[in-house]
T-cell receptor
């Protein structure tokens, strides 16, 4: 069964802390994505990557960075967490071209105090 | 930039009622269109997709959607909803040669037994 695993389901951090959200997929997918999901705002794309060491900004990249050193792993980094980054973060992956159907992880709920 | 509009943010229906959720997208070129569903406490998952060919596509659990290019629309329908259809539904689009998937803000469907 295909799988996208987000290592942390719930995190509570303080303002100014550095936060790492990890995502691993076991499907050999080229594309990986980070979205945040907020009530009334839907899913908004933060960053995506279409290959190792490649990254593209999404619609709301400010305050975030990403790392993709290995094909299966895509990390989201909040250099200095702020309260407006309290959200549900969803990782997804897909094959390049063709179907582009996203497989999602369970999500990481981050609360910044 | 591509964008997706979902017109109904919260829909309440009785069981056996018919459902139609609206979705419009902004891009005028070649598009791939999707509906994803998030059941309470579960991952986002694909409901159905349109890439080419027959503009009426059928998905899981009796859902279907019609791609109308002239109206830039991809509305989701189901003739008779069940309580188990209670979920949040997201329309999504990929346009041009990009891998970026853009989502609408979602529609929460509540089905009353």
């Amino acid at each position: 069964d295909v799988k996208v695993t987000q290592s942390s389901r719930y995190l509570v951090k303080r303002t100014g802390e550095k936060v790492f959200l990890e995502c691993v997929q076991d499907m050999d997918h080229e594309n990986m994505f980070w979205y945040r999901q907020d009530p009334g705002l839907g899913l908004r794309l933060i960053y995506f990557s279409y290959d190792v060491k490649m990254k593209e900004k999404g619609d709301i990249p400010e305050g975030y960075s990403v790392s993709r050193e290995k094909k299966e792993r895509f990390s989201l980094i909040l250099e200095s967490a702020s309260t407006n980054q309290t959200s549900m973060y969803l990782c997804a992956s897909s094959l390049r071209g063709g179907a582009n159907v996203l497989t999602f992880g369970a999500g990481s709920r981050l609360t910044v105090l | 930039a591509q964008s997706v509009s979902q017109h109904n943010h919260h829909v309440i229906l009785s069981e056996a009622a018919s459902l139609e959720l609206g979705c419009n997208y902004s891009y005028g070129g070649t598009v791939n269109l999707f509906w994803y569903v998030q059941y309470p406490g579960q991952h986002l998952q694909l409901l159905l997709k349109y890439f080419s060919g027959d503009p009426l596509v059928k998905g899981i659990k009796g859902f279907e959607a019609e791609f109308i290019k002239s109206k830039f629309s991809f509305n989701l329908r189901k003739p008779s909803v069940q309580w188990s259809d209670t979920a949040e539904y997201f329309c999504a689009v990929i346009s041009g040669g990009y891998q970026k998937v853009t989502f609408g803000i979602g529609t929460k469907l509540q089905v009353i037994p």
